[in-house]
């Protein structure tokens, strides 16, 4: 585990409990990261109980025939009741709606989580809506596909994954400490806390911007007069810059909605990057090939960092 | 097949060989395209003998111990004694020199082929070379690794995948014939048929386009003050969006020196795609969405086209 925010005091001396079970987890939104949360708490018995609710009555139903969930139900309160964890795991547009309506429904020793893209915003809605904002502790599993929806789930989708948790001063350790046992502890998963703004603005540059140069390419590429050709011809190269422009549009754009300023940012450090290369190509420089050195060594250190793969 | 480019009269009727047997082939140049070359002929039986160079006696020796030639030769001269079948598999700037150096000591009936992966300067400096510019068939199989090299090099990276050959009018229909039959009965390859010219414009958009976006996203991104923390969050969207950025930087520069017109266009194309962007994200348009939606619908026609994957 890695840690860059500082953690409440005495938070570590309550690690002893290395078999978190949950009573009853109330899921609320059960596309891909929801229904595949479901799935691992269950088959890996981390919850008694795994509520589900989506806003599409269908979705519900088809997550619990696929065995995310044991028990459906159809609002956000029912699903709420009774729950010792619930996860915010809806579009981060629809989150400050679902926080408002389940805001009243909790108990104060009650945890509340979201799998949010962004935190700022998310966090912000939780500690202005909840009555009780120690009870929230913002989480990014940095995980995903460029699939989507409750068919592409799979319990495995958490299987050794990082995990950004974004307390705030405001976050009681106990709520904290819930979330830890069962990402750590429950999924496995490896931990980094950072504060709401650094998490934005590190995952702007490592997973927004690659959205946004995989968007821009595969439109660039399609509408480019050689296209009728250069398709037949695109192969594991294309495949894979552009894998990301395959994922749900809506996450992408409530991704762009609430994390602009630090998009805008690593957006403007990549066209100036690119800008450089642009001016080697039009000198037709030979030097240009220090860059691609250079950038290859970056990323293969990036690899060796994180053990190869 | 399919095929953009019109073929020489009476060519259909030539291909009823489906046993392509080749006395003797010689590659010139044994990274991963032309050792993963050698060990594909050797283990389909597709020649009586490959003779390999390289620059590099010891990538040479390598390249028979790891099975990929039945022997080496040092120099290019001694490679292409008595071949039937010579195969340019050296980075696209050394080309030049190693056609000046063969050139004359190949007999009309040789076939001279290549690897690289521009076209246009490639068939310009055989045609202007070559004493029977008839013999040469330029070719780029598109396929690839980050990874490269003699290490990297595998049998199997040539199945299945897609050859472009760019035969121009000069191109004799019988040394055409014999790249068809190697590639097409031989590997079990796609062929596309277009000008060389037509071939750079092409692969400008889904090749050379990528290495560039990938190598700024990887330069731009490393460059990032929030980079300590971000490389932890970095995961498959990353990954996958930089993964060609691992590439050989020596390709990457013969690729922009030798394509440099049509990777500006697509360059430009590229940069206005990602203003597109840039001006809804600092708008916060919603409307950003219908751009994410366009992407994934043209990303996804594309696998569709090709058979998914």
């Not at 602009?260 to 450089?276: H, K, M, N, T, V």
Request: hydrophobic residues 45%; proline residues 6%.
């Amino acid at each position: 585990m890695s840690s860059f925010h500082p953690i409440p005091e005495g938070f570590g001396e309550q690690f002893m409990e290395k078999t978190p079970s949950l009573d009853r987890v109330a899921i609320l939104g059960l596309g891909l990261m929801g229904a595949s949360l479901g799935m691992a708490l269950r088959a890996k018995k981390l919850a008694r109980s795994v509520v589900g609710y989506d806003v599409m009555p269908g979705v519900a139903r088809r997550a619990r025939a696929r065995g995310a969930i044991d028990a459906v139900v159809t609002t956000p309160t029912e699903a709420v009741e009774g729950a010792l964890l619930v996860v915010l795991a809806a579009p981060i547009m629809a989150m400050r709606d679902l926080l408002a309506a389940i805001a009243h429904h909790l108990d104060a020793h009650v945890v509340v989580t979201d799998l949010g893209s962004t935190k700022a915003q998310v966090v912000s809605w939780a500690e202005e809506l909840l009555p009780h904002p120690d009870q929230f502790v913002g989480a990014h599993p940095m995980v995903g596909s460029e699939r989507s929806g409750v068919e592409a789930a799979e319990a495995s989708l958490y299987d050794g994954g990082v995990w950004c948790l974004t307390p705030t001063p405001r976050t009681r350790p106990e709520s904290l400490k819930v979330v830890y046992d069962l990402t750590v502890y429950g999924l496995g998963a490896s931990l980094v806390l950072v504060p709401p703004d650094q998490h934005d603005a590190a995952v702007a540059v490592v997973s927004h911007l690659p959205l946004l140069a995989a968007t821009a390419l595969t439109l660039a590429a399609s509408n480019d007069p050689q296209w009728g050709i250069a398709q037949m011809l695109a192969a594991g190269g294309f495949r894979d810059t552009t894998r990301v422009a395959s994922g749900d549009p809506r996450m992408a754009r409530d991704i762009c909605l609430t994390n602009s300023q630090p998009l805008l940012e690593a957006l403007d450090a990549y066209l100036a990057s690119l800008q450089r290369l642009r001016d080697a190509v039009a000198a037709r420089d030979p030097d240009i090939g220090e860059q691609f050195a250079e950038a290859q060594r970056r990323r293969d250190a990036w690899l060796a960092s994180r053990g190869g793969a």
